[in-house]
């Protein structure tokens, strides 16, 4: 039902706490260019959209708690971004190189498959860099096996 329904995952959304930092992080940083940067006063709101490479991150920063959307002190939901590299070590090196610090450094997590490492943006969301050595298909959901 869902590609009937929809399109395609189209963007996803991160409040931030300091657009200027954010922006330094996803733009400078990682390379993600800006695509639209535009206040919606209608929502009190500063948004930047950039370029992911297939879909965007919307970056969201409040201008004060009593706007449209009311923020909780701790925020809930949207924990992790992904990417996907070709070279997980290059990309972490790179990086490293830039001055990020990872959380956990490169790790081959699923045998063979799969291998990531994680950093923080600057508000503590995790940036998950992912390497699959086995490539995984759309469409090719396989039941969970039960365990016992």
Same mark, same amino acid.
């Given at each position: +039902?869902?590609?009937?329904?929809? $399109?395609r995952?189209?963007?996803?959304?991160? =409040?931030?706490?300091? +657009? $200027?930092?954010?922006?330094?992080? =996803?733009?400078?940083l990682?390379?993600?260019p800006?695509?639209?940067?535009?206040?919606?006063?209608v929502?009190?709101?500063?948004?930047?959209?950039?370029?992911?490479?297939?879909?965007?991150?919307?970056?969201?920063?409040?201008?004060? $708690?009593?706007? =449209?959307? !009311?923020?909780?002190? !701790?925020?809930f939901?949207?924990?992790?971004?992904?990417?996907?590299?070709?070279?997980?070590?290059?990309? =972490?090196?790179?990086?490293?190189?830039?001055?990020?610090?990872?959380?956990? #450094? #490169?790790?081959?997590?699923?045998?063979?498959?799969?291998?990531? %490492?994680?950093?923080l943006? #600057?508000?503590?969301?995790?940036?998950?860099?992912?390497?699959?050595?086995? #490539?995984m298909?759309?469409? %090719?959901? $396989? %039941?969970?096996?039960? +365990?016992?």
């Amino acid at each position: +039902m869902s590609r009937e329904l929809f $399109k395609r995952f189209e963007h996803t959304g991160i =409040y931030v706490s300091d +657009m $200027k930092k954010s922006l330094e992080f =996803y733009n400078r940083l990682l390379g993600f260019p800006v695509v639209r940067d535009v206040e919606v006063k209608v929502l009190n709101l500063h948004v930047v959209f950039l370029d992911a490479g297939g879909f965007f991150i919307e970056l969201l920063e409040p201008h004060d $708690k009593e706007g =449209y959307v !009311k923020l909780p002190e !701790k925020s809930f939901g949207l924990r992790q971004i992904c990417l996907l590299v070709d070279d997980l070590k290059l990309a =972490y090196e790179r990086l490293k190189e830039k001055g990020v610090e990872f959380i956990e #450094p #490169p790790l081959e997590i699923v045998p063979g498959q799969v291998s990531h %490492a994680i950093f923080l943006d #600057p508000d503590g969301v995790h940036v998950e860099l992912l390497q699959r050595h086995v #490539p995984m298909q759309l469409g %090719a959901a $396989k %039941a969970r096996s039960s +365990m016992g």
